[in-house]
């Protein structure tokens, strides 16, 4: 009898599959679990980090001041030079024949004066006597401040002979660093426009750089960029450099933001001694922004969204709560957190791709303690 078999046969395959069906169990998705810490809290100096153009702290373009043929050349091109020291001669003698005659011309007029003071003393008696009329006394003195007025002349002509003398020998109106020489001697240089040379003033150097509004805003209300203030030290490193040993101050802020790039020019000083900061090179500047108690993240703590960078916390249920936060600058290898957080907060610094806003994780500690930001950068 086949049919009651077939129509038997789905009756025992389901009879059979519901027992085994019932007896399977099912299991809960587990909670992730993902390392959390406490952010570290200590007392650190902040430091904001620009990049700076190395300039001259002062330059000049040696011109010759009398004109005259260049006799002699007494540096060699890029030569440290000091205030005062000797860089050209220009040919004196030109200038010595003029100091001399000047000194006649004052000759000439003390002769003059002379002779005024003896017909004074001559006509003095007669004039008392009645011998002789008054207006040859008065034409007398007024010979005599002739000649006084002729001696002054003199005398300005000669000490204006004697400068044009001094200024045949061109001499470093300060120390620095002497670039090549524009003439060599025998050439002919003209007054006020031949260049001689050019010297960099190289120690002290200054370091300039751009500051943004919104730092420009914050570092004035804390009083840091005052130029001239003893708390706003800058440091300084080359690009083949790791150390910040370079140190200096802020020594000029700019008096308007640009509008082109809403910048505020600023300026540090350094000390150079060893010359080995050169005008034009780049360097990385760090400016002291302020020293006070601040909470620490390792960098791989903070995540972005769309509108702000946000940081993973853990609640006590475990619920994963996301908070935005406003970061600062790096100080020994943690990123400082201005606010958003507090220091009693469990922040997820390892398995952050495991976590999501509302879900429940696995909290575990990392065994971080405030104060060793070492450790805490082992937890990420």
């Known amino acids: 009898m086949p049919t009651p078999f077939r129509k038997t046969l789905p009756l025992l395959a389901f009879a059979v599959a519901a027992p085994l069906s019932l007896a399977s169990p099912v299991f809960a998705q587990p909670a992730p679990s993902v390392t959390v810490a406490q952010p570290v809290q200590r007392r650190v100096t902040e430091w904001e980090e620009h990049i700076a153009r190395l300039e001259p702290s002062a330059r000049v373009e040696l011109r010759a001041r009398v004109s005259g043929q260049v006799e002699q050349v007494h ?97 470093a109106p300060q120390g620095g660093r002497v670039s090549d020489r524009r003439v060599d001697a025998g050439n002919l240089v003209q007054q006020g426009s031949t260049l001689l040379t050019t010297i960099l003033a190289l120690d002290p150097i200054y370091a300039t750089f751009d500051i943004s509004e919104a730092d420009f805003l914050r570092l004035s209300r804390a009083g840091i960029t005052q130029a001239g203030n003893e708390g706003a030290r800058v440091s300084l490193r080359l690009a083949d450099e790791n150390n910040w040993e ?48 601040a909470l620490l993240l390792p960098d791989a703590a903070i995540a972005a969204d769309q509108a702000a960078r946000i940081v993973m916390t853990v609640a006590a249920d475990g619920t994963v709560v996301p908070k935005p936060v406003a970061l600062g600058p790096v100080v020994d290898g943690l990123r400082v957190v201005r606010s958003g957080l507090t220091a009693q907060d469990r922040v997820i610094v390892a398995g952050l791709h495991r976590a999501r806003p509302g879900t429940k994780v696995t909290a575990e500690t990392a065994p971080a303690q405030p104060g060793a930001p070492s450790r805490l950068a082992e937890a990420r």
Do not use: C, H, Y
């Open 246 to 293: 370079r140190v200096g101050k802020l020594d000029f802020v700019d008096t308007a933001i640009d509008p082109r790039s809403g910048t505020m020019r600023a300026r540090a000083l350094l000390a150079n001694a060893d010359m080995f900061l050169t005008p034009g090179s780049f360097a990385r500047l760090r400016l002291r922004a302020g020293e006070g108690e």
């Open 75 to 171: 540096f060699r091109d890029g030569q440290v030079v000091k205030a005062g020291e000797l860089l050209f001669t220009i040919d004196p003698r030109p200038f010595e024949i003029a100091v001399e005659s000047a000194r006649a011309e004052l000759a000439k007029a003390q002769a003059r004066l002379d002779l005024a003071q003896q017909d004074i003393d001559r006509t003095a008696p007669l004039v008392r006597d009645r011998i002789a009329p008054q207006a040859q006394m008065d034409t007398r003195r007024a010979a005599q401040r002739d000649a006084q007025a002729a001696i002054a002349s003199a005398r300005a002509q000669l000490r204006q002979a004697e400068l044009e003398l001094s200024w045949t020998e061109v001499r």
